[in-house]
């Protein structure tokens, strides 16, 4: 649906567009260098990224008042979570289970990248992660599909200023609706597709996905995205299935732009379309540009691919001038749309809305509900009347515990545990010994004194983990256990017997087998962001509950990875209990199953799960029929009582299995989740209506079906519900 006097205004521009006009806007360039403000003021510039701040008018300026149509620049940036107010990185945010919260993080950045003179964010990323090795697994929303569904389309909502009640305007495409407000950005949804399946866990590394798995698992977040409005989306590095995905036909023109309809434009990441020569795809920047071209790529992101071949390809007729017009218009429908020929540039500057009361309210807000507990023996909450010992490269690390992705997050802006703790407890009752100056030191030479801190301490607590530099884009780790000699410090540390809680703040699941038992508590606070110390206090000391579940699965040894919950069955199924290597003869124990000999089967903490500083008990489900036809809904009802003595959050989970397909489906697939909130003795009801669009999957074909037959369905507080005996229904045709 597009709106008839935006389009009216695009055609009218593209009729008096001369062909390189028109190419100039297929081109993004970096940064205000010399070369590209002459380049603007030929009109051979549609967009630049990471501008400058103090760069951005002169550029804009340069294409509205030199350049011959005065077409306004689209300025892009990675404003991926936060832009001077830093919220927990995306994984993080995923912990929520909140999408009111990941969508008010995304309103945040928005407003304060919007009054830098931002128009467009490379954000969300909704790439399935199943690989802790993979370094980008930071910027994900996690394993499951439809978490990142829902979590990524509410940051499109976020970026894009809309929400459910916004109503829809005639003729704009649904989610655009608030796209022209002075505190909205467009939203890029990345990286399409399939980029998180890299081999090994290898960034950038060769992907293989037959289109089924493609469509059940790694296109709904997208979908999601573009459904909620996305304005743009970003096609990735990867090759999938031999075919690089910046020049892919079968999943950006086919896909996306027909099968979707899809009415923004793809940019493709940056150099991917150069890079199909390194991927054996193209001979050169030539073949490169017509493949992308062909594919549907619409904006290429810095290489010079389109500006250098392009009029070539359209004059010998090998691209033909439909594939140019497209993409022209595409982008400048997102930016009239946007507002950007109706705004004077300046206007938007206004560096006062960073770091509002309010802003650091919703940073504060996201990390607490970021923070999963991992374990607690009963030492957390603490009181405030011991004397602490705060150990750890991580306690007062105020750049690292932003995360990656940061290029406008600040440390001096930043609370760390060190400083939200000696303000809540005094200097005195603080004794401060980080025992080694960064996550990955090796050595020992700090740890007599943080053992020093520690003898004169009643309790201890240990920040450790990765610093940002360990995760993100290119950084992949090969070991999951904690980098440098951080364990042999927590080890030190255990070895006095005093009561010890660990605070891990990381890019990733870590493997933590060696030394959990060791300790009383761990609460994973992934890299919290400008208010991530704050937070982690008041959850330390029980002013918070805590309230994350995790949202990728833990390995216990990176050996087991890639380890999911929403896995198939297999034809061999390992049972519980069956572990250990062979003793005697050698098949016996062995016993054939789909197993390892020295690790278990099942992660050390699966999707899903996380503590509180209460207990929960589920009731048995009621299923309002044990059958479902086609049109119908049945309803799944849980109580939940708090069975504790504090208030928390209880986070249930609904997951089914269709339990024989025509394609084996997963073991379980979550397909609904709350937050609810229980007073202690109390109880609440939670409902879950299941239709069948919840049954629905792609097949061989690659055509979604809902296939008659039996259903099992759990309700429970974590993925590892599935072992329990399932409520079992049919759907009859
Ligand atoms: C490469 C990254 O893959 C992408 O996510 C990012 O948005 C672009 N660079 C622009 O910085």
Redesign the pocket.
């Known amino acids: 649906m597009r709106s008839s006097s935006v389009e009216a205004r695009v055609e009218a521009l593209l009729a008096k567009m001369t062909l390189a006009e028109k190419i100039g806007q297929l081109w993004q360039g970096h940064q205000a260098t010399s070369a590209n403000l002459e380049k603007i003021r030929r009109g051979e510039v549609g967009s630049l990224?990471?501008v400058k701040a103090e760069d951005m008018l002169t550029c804009q300026r340069a294409a509205i008042e030199e350049s011959r149509l005065g077409i306004p620049l689209i300025i892009g940036r990675?404003v991926i979570h936060g832009f001077h107010t830093v919220a927990p990185i995306p994984l993080g945010q995923a912990a929520s289970f909140n999408p009111s919260t990941v969508r008010q993080g995304a309103r945040m950045a928005a407003r304060e990248a919007a009054a830098a003179g931002i128009h467009w964010t490379?954000t969300p990323?909704v790439d399935i992660a199943r690989d802790p090795r993979w370094g980008r697994i930071a910027e994900s929303l996690g394993e499951d599909p439809y978490l990142a569904s829902i979590l990524g389309a509410a940051m499109v909502r976020g970026f894009q200023g809309t929400d459910d009640a916004t109503p829809r305007r005639e003729g704009v495409p649904p989610g655009w609706e608030n796209l022209s407000e002075p505190d909205s950005i467009a939203a890029c949804v990345?990286?399409y597709v399939g980029y998180g399946a890299a081999e090994g866990g290898r960034d950038y590394n060769t992907t293989l996905i037959p289109e089924s798995e493609l469509r059940n698992v790694y296109l709904p977040p997208f979908l999601a995205c573009i459904e909620a409005g996305a304005a743009t989306l970003?096609s990735a590095?990867n090759d999938l299935n031999g075919i690089p995905t910046s020049g892919n036909v079968r999943t950006l023109r086919t896909i996306l732009k027909e099968e979707w309809g899809f009415e923004g434009f793809v940019v493709s990441?940056?150099a991917s379309i150069e890079e199909m020569i390194a991927h054996g795809y193209c001979e050169d920047h030539r073949e490169a540009a017509f493949k992308a071209m062909r594919a549907g790529v619409d904006m290429e992101?810095y290489s010079p691919c389109y500006p250098d071949h392009l009029a070539a390809l359209i004059e010998s007729g090998e691209v033909p001038l439909g594939w140019l017009d497209d993409a022209t218009r595409r982008i400048l429908r997102v930016k009239f749309h946007l507002g950007l020929f109706d705004r004077d540039p300046a206007t938007a500057i206004n560096p006062q809305v960073s770091l509002s009361e309010d802003h650091r309210r919703i940073a504060y807000q996201s990390a607490v509900e970021s923070c999963v507990l991992l374990k607690n023996d009963g030492l957390l909450p603490l009181g405030d009347r011991e004397t602490i010992a705060l150990i750890g490269p991580l306690a007062d690390a105020p750049a690292d515990q932003l995360g990656c992705w940061v290029p406008d997050g600040r440390a001096e802006d930043t609370t760390t545990v060190r400083t939200a703790l000696e303000k809540r407890l005094g200097k005195a009752k603080v004794r401060f010994a980080p025992g080694l100056d960064y996550s990955n030191q090796t050595g020992q030479d700090g740890f007599s004194a943080a053992l020093a801190a520690a003898r004169e301490a009643d309790k201890l607590l240990v920040v450790v983990g990765e610093s940002a530099w360990l995760s993100g884009?290119a950084h992949s780790r090969a070991y999951l256990e904690l980098p440098g000699s951080q364990q042999a410090l927590i080890e030190a540390l255990a070895g006095l017997g005093k009561p010890l809680a660990v605070v891990v703040m990381a890019g990733r699941p870590l493997v933590m087998n060696r030394w959990a038992a060791q300790v009383n508590a761990i609460l994973w606070a992934w890299h919290p962001g400008t208010e991530g110390g704050a937070a982690i206090v008041d959850l330390i000391y029980g002013d918070q509950s805590p309230s994350g579940r995790l949202p990728v699965s833990f390995p216990e040894t990176v050996g087991q990875v890639p380890i999911y919950y929403n896995k198939r069955n297999t034809g061999r199924p390992p049972r519980e209990g069956q572990s250990g290597l062979p003793i005697g003869t050698p098949l016996d124990p062995c016993d054939f199953t789909s197993r390892y000999l020295d690790a278990d089967f099942h992660p050390a903490y699966t999707f899903g799960y996380g503590l509180t500083y209460t207990t929960f008990v589920f009731s048995p489900v009621i299923l309002s029929s044990d059958e479902m036809k086609p049109g119908s809904t049945l309803e799944a009802r849980v109580t939940i009582t708090n069975s504790g003595k504090r208030a928390g959050i209880a986070v249930p989970q609904l997951y089914l299995r269709d339990r024989s397909a025509s394609l084996t489906r997963p073991v379980g697939e979550l397909k609904g989740f709350q937050r609810i909130e229980i007073a202690p003795g109390e109880s609440g009801d939670v409902v879950f209506e299941i239709n069948e669009d919840h049954l629905r999957f792609y097949n061989e074909e690659n055509q979604a079906v809902v296939e008659p037959g039996e259903f099992h369905l759990w309700i429970g507080a974590d993925a590892r519900c599935l072992l329990d005996s399932p409520v079992v229904f049919q759907l009859k045709f």
Do not use: V
Request: aromatic letters at 24%.
């Open positions: 990224l990471n990675d490379f990323m990345k990286h970003m590095f990441d940056w992101m884009e």
